[in-house]
């Protein structure tokens, strides 16, 4: 019985884990305060291993016009199912004072914006982490601020 648990073990653990993929479907700013700007950024994630991925941080970063403005994290508990995709949304929390860098380049005329991200997984085998690097602009209403409210 143990030489078979034994064999059953070795051949899970022979196949390599894969990384979990992710891309960003939109981030978007919609609530402004005199304190804060909050915001979603909307994921999706795809498992290609055979079991399911707990997701449980995101970390994140906001540049625009090629100078970080504000960055943070987020605690997370979805289980990411196996062999699937699953949309993750989440929210940006930004303290006005942090804003003041983005806003100092959004009016210089920047209007490019980047969105880094990295993705914690806590599995059996270990934590995995998966990088997500989005660029887009901050005009129109498909835009990072187009939904944002005028002050």
């Excluded at 390599?16 to 950024?41: F, H, N, Y």
């Excluded at 997701?55 to 970063?61: A, H, P, T």
């Excluded at 949304?89 to 969105?115: C, E, K, M, P, W």
Aim: charged residues 15%.
């Amino acid at each position: 019985m143990l030489a078979l648990a034994a064999s059953f073990t070795a051949c899970f653990l022979a196949r390599p884990v894969e990384k979990p993929t992710a891309t960003v479907r939109s981030a978007s700013l919609s609530v402004a305060s005199v304190t804060s700007i909050d915001g979603q950024l909307a994921l999706d994630i795809m498992n290609p291993n055979a079991f399911g991925v707990p997701l449980s941080g995101i970390e994140w970063e906001l540049s625009i016009g090629g100078a970080a403005a504000v960055s943070g994290r987020v605690e997370a508990s979805q289980t990411i199912p196996a062999k699937a995709s699953t949309p993750v949304t989440t929210s940006l929390h930004i303290d006005l004072s942090a804003a003041i860098g983005a806003a100092s380049a959004v009016a210089r005329g920047a209007r490019d914006y980047q969105l880094r991200a990295r993705l914690h997984f806590s599995t059996q085998l270990g934590d995995l982490t998966v990088d997500v690097d989005h660029r887009g602009s901050l005009n129109g209403a498909g835009g990072l601020i187009g939904s944002l409210p005028s002050w």
